[in-house]
């Protein structure tokens, strides 16, 4: 069975710092990975998906990248602001089912 | 505007007392599921459907029902709620490769 793993479960950073978030996932046979950012009370939000196929996305900031030999997908986040304090979930779609796995999520503070 | 609308976006009842949850999609997305969220256990799916008339069980259904009559609505139904099912409710969709888009929850008291 899918286990969704992020480790730290909080985090707080100075503004401006480079930083990474972890996921690991115990199953490699998974059919995408997704990174989604959830603000308090709201929905989340999706910033990146990579495809089995693929080892890394970026959009502006952000970085993902997914190695599923060891399991593992970080989210690099660049120069860090206080915008970005939030929680970020990863969660696993495993290969031949439909269930999205997801980790419990790190909680991130960009101090100003 | 691409979008998935859930209504209620709170809702408190009694022990009971039969309720639906609604969830509605503009993309045109085949796949549609149910997650509840709670602290320390993170997101869980409750149910999803790859298409009109398929549905299936995700980890946590029991307690609830659902329906998939047309393509963009899959309603999360449930006959006979119990404190356990307090909760906040994420319907979500996504279509092809393209990623989850989720509506933004409805917080359920059950008392």
């Known amino acids: 069975k899918q286990e969704v793993t992020q480790i730290p479960a909080a985090l707080s950073v100075p503004e401006g710092e480079n930083l990474v978030l972890n996921c690991s996932f115990t199953?490699?046979?998974?059919?995408?990975l997704q990174w989604f950012r959830q603000d308090p009370g709201k929905g989340l939000t999706s910033l990146l998906l990579?495809?089995?196929?693929?080892r890394e996305q970026t959009s502006g900031r952000l970085n993902a990248s997914l190695d599923k030999s060891s399991g593992r997908s970080t989210l690099y986040i660049a120069a860090s602001q206080p915008g970005d304090s939030a929680t970020y979930l990863c969660?696993?779609?495993?290969?031949?089912?439909?269930?999205?796995?997801f980790g419990t999520g790190t909680r991130l503070k960009v101090l100003a | 505007e691409a979008q998935v609308t859930q209504n209620p976006r709170y809702l408190i009842t009694v022990t009971g007392k039969k309720l639906t949850v609604t969830c509605s999609q503009n993309?045109?997305?085949?796949?549609m599921s149910w997650y509840r969220q709670d602290p320390g256990l993170g997101l869980r799916q409750i149910y999803y459907?790859?298409?009109?008339?398929?549905?299936d069980k995700g980890d946590v259904p029991e307690g609830y029902k659902v329906s998939r009559k047309e393509k963009r609505n899959f309603p999360l139904i449930l006959e006979s709620p119990s404190p356990n099912q307090t909760s906040l409710y994420f319907c979500?969709?996504?279509?092809?490769?393209?990623?989850?888009?989720f509506g933004n929850g409805t917080r359920l008291t059950v008392t």
């Open positions: 979500a969709s996504s279509g092809g490769n393209s990623p989850l888009h």
């Open positions: 990579i495809q089995s196929s693929q």
């Open positions: 459907s790859m298409n009109v008339e398929v549905t």
């Open positions: 969660a696993a779609l495993t290969s031949g089912t439909y269930k999205y796995i």
């Open positions: 199953d490699s046979a998974i059919y995408n």
């Open positions: 993309m045109n997305h085949e796949y």
